[in-house]
């Protein structure tokens, strides 16, 4: 008997103490349960397009907050059924399960198998991931504590958004994006029961990192939920079997990484650190569907421009080692350091015959290359092909699959390009390509490059003369000059053609690109009131030369400037400033900054006269018609087009900006480190192709649009002028009394400074 009293004399001390250890020593450390009652989640930075496709995400870890009610049943029986059968059943803790946990631990192992939600909330929130015993009690404490504070549904909310589930992803919503590029709402079966057999080892159990695993586990989840009676065999059968394709990287719902960059930027600078966590969203005045066509287009026509210009060997070498498992590492390796550039996928090639390449991909798959997709890379599979050119086994080639599964061997342009619309009345970014990859080149060419506009300054050109009493209908001589009439200038610019047609209107030297012509129509107004003009349009005018090859575009403008310039004769003579950001809201919906889009212009704000905008018009709508960029009148099939190209002196940049309805934009072509883009490449060739790929979008259902007559403009003898220019009082001609030139005719028309 007294041993039994003893006994219980030591298990009641033994309580005691254990109570007091509790209550004196671990109560007291207890944190306040503020981080669950009042959640904060960290929630990044998020950027939209004017009609709500994400383009951009940028924080530490990608979350999405989805309220309980939103998350769908599939997802949470799939959860519960392998993490917490009998969640809403018990009060926190399955003592069965903890006991067993507990006595684990005393014998030196430990599992948190028995580890229920509330549990895991409480570890997640609170606790380090030591694994100790004092840990655990702690722990169980502070589930009854949760239990005690927050219902079921509010501690299964708090889980299924916090819970880490790999590639820096938290929370289901944004794991399904990750997983499966899709919203939590549309996920299967199969994929909700993938992604609820992530919890348990996020690393091992990453279907982005380890498929088969991953597939093992979402087995035994559907089984449970089977088990369960949650879903039937069929289903059953059904999940089981389903394909998934798994992506493993955050997606996007439009491609505008340099855009998002540039919003980025603006936000860090504005919120610092806090534009990273607190769930701003920021909503950008693109439109979805001229964003894509854009990128589209700047990607295809580079790779046109690349393809014609033949095939420069591969990307590197490799040797590859005899020993099966030694050549997969070697693989691998070499693979993550030549990683996929969109559609454009590395691969080792592992095999060559002069019909077939056999190659392999990052993912493992083995892959055949024959017929019209050796065409391309044909130089480098001849037996006399030069060592850096030649594809042996161990090279390293760019593929791309067409649509009918279809492999060609292609390879990463080295040229860059650039595309950027406005609305043309407000000044409002539709669509921007910064350049070809984002994440290979950083540079955004449409905000900053700052490049030689070639022919497409020509129209500010004509648009000062206009002021000095030209019309389209003067006439100018085209005809070599051999020299200036400046002394400390001796140059002799020629046309592109090597041609000369005497007396040309001005009309017909616009909308022919007449170098000569532009060259005698500034030197008759005179450089510095074209450099005084050019303001007017938002250009610099100490980055444009005192001298006459300014006629020529010897000087620089990024392309969204050149798209404002042009904006200016779209619009009627308004200059408009381009913006991006129209709003910006909290993680609670509130609109902290909104930007409207600017009140409609008045004549007080005209920067020049509506009969100039007019005039200028009628002669770029002349190029896209009958000039060099007919091309777009006759790829688009509408007559309202207005625009002009460009080529630089040596054919290194390529542009065409023009417009029509309100859209105005600019498409530019040429090398980071300037050189040549062939003698045989000009605006016409390298950037109206973009600029119609693009425009044939943003136009779609538009109907064409004829501008009305200003007053004080006049008709005589079918062409405009200003009315105060009639009987004579304006310039009829230029240098019609100057005799042709007897220097042979060039074949390089573009302007050479001395």
Known sequence: MKLILALVAFIGAMLIAAAAYVFLVLAPDFPALDAITDYQPKIPLRIYTADNALIGEFGEEHRDFVPIKDIPDVMKNALLSIEDARFYEHHG???????????????????????TITMQVARNFFLSQEKTITRKIKEILLTFRIEAALNKDQILELYMNQIYLGQRTHGFSSAAKTYFGKPLNQV?????????GIPQNPVRHNPAVNFQRAKQRQMLVLKSMLNKGMITEAQFDEASHERLTVTGKQTYDAHADYVAEMVRQNIVAEYKDAAYTSGIKVYTTLLKADQDAAYEAVRKNIMDYDQRHGYRGPEAFITLPADEDERDDAIDEVLKKHPANDKLIAAVVINVTNKVVQAELASGESIEINGDGLRFANSALQSKAKSDLKIVPGAIIRVIQDAKMRWSITQLPEVEGAYVSLNAQTGAYRALVGG??????????????????GSSIKPFIYSAALEKGFSPATLINDVQLSSTTEESLKWDPRNDDGKYDGPVTMRTALAQSKNVVSVRILKNIGVNTALEWLPHFGFNKDKHPDNLTLALGTGQVTPVQLAAGYAVFANGGYQVTPWLISKVTDARGKVPSETKAPAIAQDSDRVIDSRNAFITDSMLREVALRGTGAAADQKLGRHDIAGKTGTSSEAVDGWFAGYADNIVAVAWMGYDDPKSLGGREFGATLALPIWIDSMRVSLAGKPETQRSTPEGVSNVEGDWMYTEFLNGAG??????????ATTPAATSGQAVTP
């Open 93 to 115: 803790v399955d003592f069965i399960g903890a006991g067993r946990a507990l006595v684990a631990d005393l014998g030196g192992g430990f599992h948190q198998g028995a580890s």
């Open 188 to 196: 299967t079966l199969a994929e909700a029961a993938m992604l609820a």
């Open 436 to 453: 070809f990859d984002f994440n290979r080149k950083k540079f955004n060419h449409v905000t900053s490059a700052w490049r030689q506009p």
């Open 731 to 740: 310039i009829k001609s230029v240098d019609l009394d100057e005799p042709a």
